[in-house]
Antibody, heavy 120, light 107 residues
């Protein structure tokens, strides 16, 4: 069974940093692109970042470019999101999402999310 | 960025109804559109990809189509389990965007 499990969320002050992790199991992690998608409380879905299967190509939403860094360790089946210079508007539930296949960047498996709250 | 305009934002319906949700792209995205269902406190679930392809395990009462830059999701014979929020997502390029969501609630 495919599983992705996020961790690392919490309360952080504006300007602070946080590192999210996503542990994957039940599929060949190194064969699939992975993404981060967030959802602010009571709001819709917002794509944040993506990384290719091999980790050599990364993508970012304009809202996080220059502040967030996505990475993966295929030997440990782990996806990470380093978040720096956090702002109040980054407050959201952050989902790790598995790209279904190489036909396009849409997601067939999601974690339950990890909550990031940016507040003083 | 490609904007996805989803309508309506809320839809009230009864069990057995047929409902339609629309998503309009601000520019051509070909067939590169997915639909998700999200229930409160849960992660989204993939329903449809490539505009009209039903994901494995999704009931056949869900269907979808494309006409130019307008995409529709239709739920035939609405079931109690279908009351949820639905999102479209374009994946034409890697500045992925979602529609604002449509909440389907009980009339």
């Amino acid at each position: 069974e495919v599983q992705v499990l996020e961790s690392g969320g919490g309360l952080v002050q504006p300007g602070g940093s946080l590192r999210l992790s996503c542990a994957a199991s039940g599929f060949t992690f190194s064969s699939y692109a992975m993404n981060w998608v967030r959802q602010a409380p009571g709001k819709g879905l917002e794509w944040v970042s993506g990384i290719s299967a091999g980790g050599d190509t990364t993508y970012y939403a304009d809202s996080v470019k220059g502040r967030f860094t996505v990475s993966r360790d295929n030997s440990k089946n782990t996806l990470s999101l380093q978040m720096n210079s956090l702002r109040a508007e980054d407050t959201a539930l952050y989902y790790c999402a598995k790209v279904r296949d190489d036909s396009g960047s849409f997601y067939d498996s999601w974690g339950q999310g990890t909550l990031v709250t940016v507040s003083s | 960025d490609i904007q996805m305009t989803q309508s309506p934002s809320t839809l009230s319906a009864s069990v057995g109804d047929t409902v339609t949700i629309t998503c309009r792209a601000s520019q051509s995205i070909s067939f590169w559109l997915a639909w998700y269902q999200q229930k409160p406190g849960k992660a989204p679930k993939l329903l449809i990809y490539q505009a009209s392809r039903l994901e494995s395990g999704v009931p056949s009462r869900f269907s979808a189509s494309r006409s130019g830059t307008e995409f529709t999701l239709t739920i035939s014979s609405l079931q109690p389990d279908d009351f949820a929020t639905y999102y479209c997502q374009q994946y034409d390029n890697y500045s992925l965007t979602f529609g604002g969501g449509t909440k389907v609630d009980i009339k």
